[in-house]
Structure formats: structure tokens, C-alpha cells
């Protein structure tokens, strides 16, 4: 291990780094050594590398666990600024290791990182070699709450990861650390007594003491303006908070608190560097801003219509914007052309992670001409009375350079104008194609978007190259600092890894040559099919994994799968956990048998070609190293009972306003049987609602859940039946989780529909009362898929059709208001308006017409009502009477004033055509009816009573009396079709 050490720092020097020693405080990570944390702050140029021991007491197992350690190596690397090539430069230090980075599957898999407490965040990835995490890389975006001018790359390798799958070793006590010398050996006793330090032993009350001196040493220094010692008290507080942590003797309201104040300061210190470099005058000097490409003044002529190529070429996208930005390049390709005279084909868009590309049919060679007016002064302005120019003609004549005496006169509406008639010329197809295609880049977007070296670009991740021919015509292009070439860029590990490309014509076919599959439909089979072929083998398939395909068509350009193996004994472990792992963590597809069963196999699937068997061998071991972690955490959790494990997550904070898990578990249950209460349920749901409610969320202190979040729910079944609960409880607790998607399973049994109702409800009154709602495509708590989850699970469970919306949300806001917070009526409200949006969506995505989306919205406080109706109005529609029926309501409801209440005096009615509507109203009320169909019936013979009404009655009356019956009559048939459909909604969609 000291060899690789040495290795990258000989690797990092060559290339301008300059190497510091690792900091003489405990740090989590390298990131907090003030040779990153502070000097990515400001306008100086920084390369740097070093080792650094990363303490963390959370993750001491005594040595015991193979992958865990509370002091781990890290190699930290920064770039400041961004070189250009930073993947290429890291490919390179593994190179230096003795990787074989071709006959190993390296991949960089989206992984965006954020420490609230130090203000910073950055967007990256994981570097897997085979499945392991090896490296974490970040364009750093904001440290210390200040946006980084220029961008800093982070490189921070996990060292003894590196070194256990380079040596092949299970553990990290076996990995060779210097001649004869194991890591365990050397290691393997501090490793142990610091593990009893953090987790047993540590002194809580020492602790505290430490923490409140260096948090108030920390004050001072700051206050003194000496920003580094200052930085090294803060990690002190931050190392001593993690002590705590690691003991269990830090509160919710405890850790809120801690939060804040390190913040706070780590803040304070970052502002303080910024303010003392610049006192200094930046001694290292600024860095260079990167020149501009010069705009093309060069457009080459063509002949004839050619097919247009344009490429955009980026690091590693994140896979769901592989498609999004597919279908984005397509969209603003369509409109910007739109918006010219040039003449073209079909527009397709095809995308990999580090492609782009664009594929226009038959480009024509010119823009056609177009003759445009150019209109003057009116013509009685324009000559006097002689028929001569006046000064307002000869003006605009001039302006346009033109004779007077060429003006026209041009009739607009009527009215009759001077002007005159322009041919404007059209433009060469390369011109055009230039000025829409770099606009196209500058306007790239993603949901996440960063900044790199590039200082007027901004996307999901750098745009390193562009390729733009038309036909064989170069295309020039200038965006910022990048132009566009003839050459791309094929696989990283090959041979000429940057190549050129004569023409746009069977690009796809070409890039096949060197092993990229553009088209991601193409790609997405192949997955299947190699995926299918490797699972026959061993007597298996691989169904129903179409979302993880998905995901994993857009984390290749080439798929290579790969067919591995687990042992048997850990199908032991529930399934869910397996799969878990395999999906979340690894990206790859779980292998069963013909009955479902899992078999002890997996698909995993490479970037291109690579060595089967060390690709084979290296994801296995991932796995089992997994699993191994899978299998501990199960068995401690085993001997925890659930009554226990629900202690634990008083620990865990939720939100800083709304208390602990805890907190929210209790609001949870009380929620859940307010709502049972209103239901009416049998003594026996009843029962199993009040037992499971009595332990909501109590896997959520588990260790697997801990470490396996997705787990939730799931976990909390297993445990609970191993404890000896009822399965109807372990169900409930289950469904508590449903659904935990769109479109996702949602609850089987009433109780559980009730706790998953209860857990929304309180999410999304709780937030929302303390500021915390979706803003944009920021959704931290996911409140979205919570009202997501309230619309589907109601619409599930027509029984449960009397608990609406708002009844729901007032129910979860009585125990938040129990929490001394305030929650007002407008944002109930609010809250109830936000989900009803989520059930119109849900409508429009089924294709349900928008009329009658509309007209039903009204119900969608009871999505089955809801529901119920809508089936009813499709079947309505096409019926000449509803049509009626419709067109008559809607007219009574124009009619009469919004403010005009229901109520009227039949005996001042003296009409025929009013008394035969009153009495044929007071039937149909009578009548009453279920549902849309009922009201439908009841309400039609109303249609032609209505319509008559109308024709022969003076609804304004001059008779104040008269009048208001008459309006009241109006507004008693209104309010009474109200709450059944909105009638306005359905427009003139119907025809009678």
C-alpha cells in the first residue's frame, strides 16, 4: 500500500501538483484539510495532492467488519481550475497503480455531493473499478456558502479500497501495506482501541466540555481575524460532535443546534480566508480567464441537400438526463430551424452518457429569398395635396435608402399606408446551421446544472467537444471557449481515443466501428438480450427490472454483461435485502427462476470491451463484501426487539421545527387512528391499526435501514413477523411505506392504506406549515410523490371515500399545532390545492379529455369520488340529452350573480314558464340520485323547462320581488348541480 502512495504522489507531481502533509487534527475526510476546504475559495490557481487519514467514530467496528474502519486513507487531489481533462489526467494515476484500465470496467457513475454544514456542494461521480467504489470526483460549486470562481475538481481516492481489490484480499486487515508487513499488523490495534474510544469509552461530559471550549475558541479566533486557526477548532468541534454522535449521546434538538453553530462558523471562516487573501494581494497569483472562441466569419457554399451531423460531447451525463437531453436538443433543434427559411428533413436525436447527437435529413443548400413590406406613414401623411412627398415620405424614403418615388401604397385593415417591398437574401445553409446549433449549446439546461472551466457554459456536466458537418462540410461553431471540429471522441481506453469523421453520412455505423451503440433503443436491447442469454445459462430470467434496465442503457455506450455469482448461503437473508443491494448499490439484475425465486446469480453489465474474468471477479467480490455488511446488520437487528429498535429513532432528526422521527412516529399514530375512527373500521382492522400504529417507523432505527434506506417498510415486515407480531400488523407496517413511486404498488390491506395516508398527511402539513414545500425541481422531502401517494392510495380504497383531502390535512395539522406550531387555515389550503394538482395530472397522463378533467376537479378532495365520475361522464358524452342538460345549467349558471344566494318565495312567481320550472325542480330535487348518473337523471327533465324559462321569462324584472325569486329560483338549480361536476368545465365539448 505505501508503494501506491508513493505511486500517486510521483503521478500528481509530474503533472504540477504540489504535495502538503496530511493535517494534525482529525478530519472526516480530506475535503476538510484547509489545503482543499479553504484554497478552493477565491480567484488562485491551486494543484495540490496528499494522503490523508479520514477519521469517522460512526464507522468503527472494532476492526471486525472487512470494509469499515474509523480511520480509512484517502488520496486528495486538487485541480484549480479545471484542466480541461481531469477524467483523462485520473485515468491516467490508475495507470500508475498497475491497473489495466482496459481490461477493467471503469466507470464514473453520478454521485452528487453536499455538506450543508460547511455551505458546499459539488456535482461528480463515483468511480467504480468493477463495481467498487474507488474515487469520489467533484466539480466543487460552493464552499463556505460562496459560489468558486474558477471551479476546483476534487479527485479523493479510498485507498484501502483500491489496494483490497488490486490484491485480491477479503479484508482490509490482510491488505500488504510494506514488505512483510499486513495492514492489520500494523494497524489492527489502534484500529480496535479507538473503535472501544468512540463507542464505548469516550467520556460524554468531557466531550461536551471540549465541544462548547473549541466552538468558543473558535469565536474568538474568528473575531481575532485569524482564519486558519480558527478552521482547526472547528473541525476539532466537528470531530467531538462526531464522538457524541458515535456514543448515542446527542438529541434531535441537540444535533439541530450543533448543526447550525458549526455552520455558522465554518461560514465565518471561509469568508474570513476570501477577505485575507485578497489583504494579501493574492500571492499565488489569478487565474487566467479562458479565451473566447472567435466567432466564424467563414461560411463554406454547398450544392445540393446533405444531411446535417451535430454532436455534443460531455463527461458522463447522469442517466435520466441521457434521455431528458435527447429529447431537449431535439426540441430547440425543431423551433430554432423553425424559426429560419432553411429547408430540411427529419430531425432525430440519439444520446449515450458522453454524447449528444443530432442527425438533420436533407438540409437544403440556401435559405429560399422571402420578399418582406416595410410599411411607411399612412398615405394621407405621406403626400400633400398636390400629390407630392411630404417630409414624413421623404424620411422614411431615406431611412430606407430608397427614392420617394419608389414608395407604394399598401392597404392594412383598411387603412391605406406608404411602403415598400424588400427581397431579403437568403442565407447559405452553413451560416445558418452555425448561429442555431451554437445556440443550441449555450442553452443547454439540466434539472442540476454546473459550471467547469468554461465561463459561459452551464449544464449537467462539461461539454468537452463538438462535431458539426453538413454532409462533409465542416460547420463552424463557436459557443464560449469551445469550437466545433471534424473529430470525436470514441471510448477512453482505446487506442486512438480521439478519431476524425469524414462525413455526416451513417455516423451511427461509424461510431459502431469503434464500439459505441448511439441509439439508445438499440443499446437498451442489447442489454436484454445478453442480459437473457448469460441468466439461461444457469436455468434463470430477468424479468420485470425494466426501470434498473433503463438506468443501466444510459450508463454505457457499449454493453458488455457480465454473468457472476454469489454464494448460496446468502439467499438465507430475506430476498428483498439481496436485490436491494444489487439494484441501489451495484446496477445489476438480479438472476431468479422460473417461479420467481432468486438464484445465487447477477448480470452485471461493462462500458465496452474488457476482461471477463477480472470483471467477473471483481464485482463478486463487491457483492460478498456487501453481503457480508447485509448479513451483520440482519443479524444485529435480529436481537434488537422492534419495541427497542423504535427507542433508537428518537436520535434521529426529521426536521429541525418538527422534532425527531420520533416525534413524527407519534404524530404518525395519532393521525392514523383519528382517521380509522372516521372510517368505521371492524374490530378486527381496528385492532391491527392500533398495534402496528404503536410501533410506525420503528425499522427506521434499525441498522439495515440505516444503512439500506430504500429498505424501509420492508424491513419493518421481516422484523416484526420474527418478533412474533401478527402477519396483519407486519403487513400494515409494510404498507405503510406504498406506494413509493409513481405509478408504484400501493397498500393491500385497509390499516396499512391508513398508516400511509397518516404518514402523507403529516408530511405534507407539517412542511408546508414550516416553509418547507416544493420550489421548482427542488423537492427535498418529496413532498410531490407524498401527494402523489395520497391521490393513489384514495383511489384505491373507494371505502375509504368519506376521509377527503382536507379532512386529512386538518386531522395531521392538530398534532403539529400539538408542537407549539402554527398552521394556518390558507395553508391547509394550499396544501389541499397542491394535491388536487397531482390528481389532475394523473388524469391528463391516463389521457383523459381536459373538459372533463376539469368538470370533475371539483370531487378531487375524494379521488374515488372522483374517479367515479369520471367513468360516468365518459360514458355521458356522447348522450343528446346530457349534451342538453349540460348547455341548459351552464346557461342558469352565467346568468345568475356569483353572489346571488339559493332560496326563493315560489308564490311570487306568476309565469307559466316560471311555475312549471319551479314545480319540475322541486321534483327533481326531490328525487335526489347517486352519483353523476343519478343527479343525470334526476336533473334532465329540467332541460327544456330551463331553456323555455328563458325564452319567455324577464329574469331582471323591475319587480324587486319578482326578481329575486326569480334569481333565486336560478341559484336553488345552480348550488344544487354544483357539487356534482364543474358544468363550465365541459365548455362546448358536448353538442346537443
Known sequence: MQDALLALTRYWTERGAMVVQPFNTEVGAGTLNPATVLRV?????????????????????????????????????????????????????????????????????????????LGAWGLGWEVWLDGLEITQFTYFQQAGGQTLDPVSVEITYGVERIMMALQGVAHFKDIAYAPGISYGEAFGQAEYEMSRFYLDDADVDTQRRLFEDYAAEARRLLDARLPVPAHIHVLKCSHTFNVLDARGAVSTTERAKAFARMRGLAREVAGLWSERRSELDHPLGLVPALPQAAAPTEFPAVEGAHPLLFEIGTEELPPHEVTRTAAAVERALTEKLAATRLGHGAITTYATPRRVIAVVDAVEPVEPDAERTVRGPKAAAAYDADGNPTKAAAGFARGQGVDPAELRRIDVDGVEYVGITRTDIGKGAVEVLSGVLGAVVAELRADKNMRWSDPKLSFTRPVRWLLALLGTTPVPVAVSALTAGHTTRVHRTAADPVVEVASAEGYLDFLAGHGIVADQRRRRDLVVSSAAELAATVGGVVDGESALVDEITNLVEEPNAVLGSFDARYLELPAEILTTVMRKHQRYLPVRDADGALLPHFVAVANG??????????????????????????????????????EGIAKLAFEERLGSVAQRADRIASVALALGAAAGLSEEDDAVLRAAAGLAKFDLGSQMVIELTSLAGTMAREYARRAGQPESVAQALYDMELPRSGGGAVPTTVPGALLALADRFDLLAGLFAVGAKPTGSSDPFGLRRAGAGVVAILRAFPRLSGLTVPFGLSTAADQVRAQGIGVDDAVLAEVAEFVKRRYEQVLLDAGTPHEQVGAVLPLADAPATADAAVAELAGLTTDPGFAGLVAALQRVRRIVPADTGAGYDPAALVEPAELELHQVFAKAHAAGGTGLAGFVVAASPLTEPVNTFFDAVLVMAPEPALRAARLGLLASIRDWAAPVLDWQALGTSLEA
Open 41 to 117: 475559495l477565491g480567484p488562485e490557481p491551486w494543484r495540490v495532492a496528499y494522503v490523508e487519514p479520514s477519521v469517522r467514530p460512526d464507522d468503527a467496528r472494532y476492526g471486525e467488519n472487512p470494509n469499515r474502519l474509523q480511520t480509512h486513507t484517502q488520496f486528495q487531489v486538487i485541480l484549480k481550475p479545471d484542466p480541461g481533462n481531469p477524467q483523462e489526467l485520473y485515468l491516467g494515476s490508475l495507470q500508475a497503480l498497475g491497473i489495466d484500465v482496459a481490461a477493467h470496467d471503469v466507470r464514473f457513475v453520478e454521485d452528487n455531493w453536499a455538506s450543508p454544514a
Open 609 to 646: 470491451a474488457c476482461d471477463h474474468d477480472k470483471v467477473r471477479a471483481g464485482n463478486e467480490a463487491v457483492l460478498r463484501a456487501r453481503y457480508e455488511d447485509a448479513s451483520f446488520f440482519w443479524r444485529a437487528d435480529l436481537r434488537t426487539p422492534p419495541e427497542r429498535m423504535k
